[in-house]
């Protein structure tokens, strides 16, 4: 069965980095794509990043210049570089599986992200 | 990249019908037929619901359906049952590789 498990989210200063995993299971990783979509608390979806089985990605323009979204098939595990965070970035943090009808067909369960000073 | 309208809040009681709209522009559920819905349950993560159209993964019910019109796509649950209390959230593809979310609609099953 399909996993997703991230991790490497916590406390932040603005400003700050963060790297975020997410290491997939129960399919081949490789031929997916992968997003990153968020959850700010108490509020809705936020579609983040987007990275193709060849490696093309893409961003939401909020992310732009300072996220950076990453893949290494041999070890079926995501990444999410956060740097220059803002308080604006404090979010639930989830990796999704691209379900190839431009879906988002399994989640993790997340990861929060929180850029407090 | 502005996000999808859906309605804060919609209710219904068990077996009822509900609709949630979801609004977006010609550039995004205007454009393609690519809208999918998704059920998150407190503390939980978001689960497909209905895909492309009116596709829905194995194991949902088919009292989940979806209907187009213009810039607006719904989602209807039929029978309603206490267990679809929750929020959904409709996305679309948005061209380019981008996608955007609804604000979510909060269901209440009376």
């Known amino acids: 069965q399909v996993q997703l498990v991230e991790s490497g989210g916590g406390v932040v200063q603005p400003g700050g980095s963060l790297r975020l995993s997410c290491a997939a299971s129960g399919f081949t990783f490789s031929s997916y794509g992968m997003h990153w979509v968020r959850q700010t608390p108490g509020k809705g979806l936020e579609w983040v990043s987007f990275i193709k089985y060849d490696g093309s990605y893409q961003y939401a323009d909020s992310v732009k210049g300072r996220f950076t979204i990453s893949r290494d098939d041999s070890k079926n595990t995501l990444y999410l570089q956060m740097n220059s965070l803002r308080a604006e970035d404090t979010a639930v943090y989830y990796c999704?599986?691209?379900?190839?009808?431009?879906?988002?067909?399994?989640w993790g369960q997340g990861t929060l992200v929180t850029v407090s000073s | 990249q502005s996000a999808l309208t859906q309605p804060a809040s919609v209710s219904g009681s068990p077996g009822q019908s509900i609709t949630i709209s979801c609004t977006g522009t010609s550039s995004d559920v205007g454009s393609y037929n690519l809208v999918s819905w998704y059920q998150q349950h407190p503390g939980k993560a978001p689960k497909l619901m209905v895909y492309?159209?009116?596709k829905r993964p194995s194991g949902v019910s088919n009292r989940f359906s979806v209907s187009k019109s213009g810039n607006t796509a719904s989602l209807t649950i039929s029978g309603l049952q206490a267990e679809d209390e929750a929020d959904y959230y409709c996305c679309s593809y948005a061209g380019s590789n981008s996608w955007v979310f609804g604000g979510g609609t909060k269901l209440t099953v009376l």
């Open positions: 492309e159209g009116n």
């Open positions: 999704a599986k691209d379900g190839r009808g431009w879906q988002f067909d399994y």
